[in-house]
């Protein structure tokens, strides 16, 4: 048989035929998403990624990798998962569906997305000394739907109105609205992560006696824009707090002045029956200026910022403001009784100088003494209303029930003290009673 001889230059044309045919088969593009993926969480999530143009893929190798090369989510090699090479967080929770891999189409399914699962994955292709790879950007979002409003007990300065929702990835966007619809701006707002990283929203409102009646708590995701809300719509009742204590403070003045004059009325009448003397006036002064000298602290105390509205500590500042207003009340009442008492103590040998003044003692005493008890009732009702509260402030509470209970057993001391000695002087007049009133009678 004779050979077959096939020119140089055909021989070089097909050479280079095949090589381009090879060259070809060799390179691929992988293509996949160019959108963000949003992944709801505990839900699965799959992410597709094919070659371009369609080959097939069973003998290549397929990594899904996120920030490292060498730290796969998914491996596929020789034909098989490589399992024992994926980063512990993520086996037994990955699978390729390869149901397409004929035409260079595979799926990487996750189960259980977490917010750890959100990032960047890299779907890599390698056929020998050629890869390529296409990156997919994975967003994973959570929508809180448990919201709650909590309503403070109301103060002197308004309603406080706490709104909590939890369950939120990524931080949502949170805002107080009015019945129109406009942004109310927020008292305070913070935030916490759980284990999970998802993000417990907290934000408050304080809502003032001029201010709006009712209020929208409202959240936002970001990335899906759904929306929660929940209202709340407030009574008048609620605002009335500040008139209230307005009252509480008139009529505790009004207590004062009623107490004070009757003092000043039986100093006054008594020494009418035996010599006048204007003395009882520098008492009076006295009194007077000391009275005004704790209403004016008790203003300067009301009308100073000493803690912003947003601070952890405004509603404490609050609670004391109160708490120490009505123990200013109970000085005043004290310092009065006291002054009062020495005042008239010493003063009280000449007011024995008549017989009539017996009666008139006994009536002032009697007035004094309802006085007294009236203020104290009053006191007390405030400070039963203050602690009706719901606070969890136990160590606070307790010092100002420690603070209350001395100052009413300093007042119900020296009041019985006040008493029996006034008694005593009343049943028993002195020698300067029994001589003024032979030499009248």
Excluded at 247 to 258: P, Q, Y
């Amino acid at each position: 048989m004779g050979a077959i001889r096939i020119p140089l230059d055909e021989h070089c044309a097909v050479f280079c035929l095949l090589q381009m045919v090879a060259v070809t088969s060799e390179q691929f593009t992988v293509i996949g998403l160019q959108r963000t993926v949003l992944a709801p969480l505990g839900e699965n999530l799959e992410l597709s990624c094919q070659l371009s143009p369609p080959q097939q893929a069973q003998h290549m190798e397929i990594r899904w990798f996120r920030n490292r090369y060498t730290e796969p989510v998914h491996l596929y090699r020789d034909g098989k998962d490589m399992r024992r090479e994926i980063i512990s967080k993520y086996v037994e929770r990955t699978e390729l569906l390869k149901d397409a891999i004929g035409n260079g189409k595979v799926t990487l399914r996750i189960f259980k997305v977490t917010a750890d699962d959100e990032g960047s994955y890299h779907c890599f292709f390698r056929d020998g000394e050629f890869y390529e790879e296409h990156i997919t950007e994975v967003k994973v979002t959570a929508t809180g739907s448990d919201i709650q409003i909590l309503m403070h007990p109301p103060n002197i300065k308004g309603v406080m109105l706490e709104c909590h929702s939890g369950g939120w990835f990524p931080q949502p966007h949170m805002e107080w609205r009015d019945s129109k619809g406009e942004v109310i701006p927020a008292t305070s707002k913070s935030y916490s992560q759980d284990e999970n990283k998802l993000f417990n929203m907290k934000m408050d409102l304080l809502i003032e006696a001029s201010s709006h009646r009712n209020a929208t708590c409202y959240f936002q995701n970001l990335l899906t824009y759904q929306e929660e809300s929940i209202s709340i719509v407030l009574s008048g009742e609620l605002f009335s707090w500040k008139t209230v204590w307005i009252v509480i403070l008139s009529i505790t003045a009004c207590e004062l002045l009623a107490f004070f004059m009757i003092y000043c009325a039986q100093q006054h009448l008594i020494r009418s029956c035996f010599e006048r003397n204007r003395s009882w006036k520098k008492s009076a002064m006295v009194l007077i200026i000391s009275v005004f000298e704790i209403i004016g602290v008790m203003l300067i105390l009301h009308l100073n910022e000493r803690v912003p509205d947003s601070s952890q500590y405004f509603e404490l500042d609050t609670l004391w403001l109160e708490d120490i207003s009505v123990i200013l009340c109970v000085l005043i009442m004290f310092n009065v009784k006291l002054t009062s008492f020495i005042y008239f103590r010493f003063k009280g040998h000449v007011t024995r100088g008549k017989a009539c003044a017996h009666k008139l003692k006994k009536i002032m005493k009697v007035s004094q003494f309802l006085c007294f008890i009236v203020s104290c009732a009053a006191a007390l009702l405030v400070y039963l209303q203050l602690r009706n509260k719901d606070s969890l402030l136990s160590l606070y509470n307790s010092w100002m029930m420690n603070m209350a209970m001395v100052v009413e057993f300093l007042m119900v001391t020296f009041t019985v003290t006040t008493l029996e000695k006034s008694w005593s002087a009343i049943k028993k007049p002195s020698k300067y009673t029994n001589v003024a009133f032979s030499k009248i009678c």
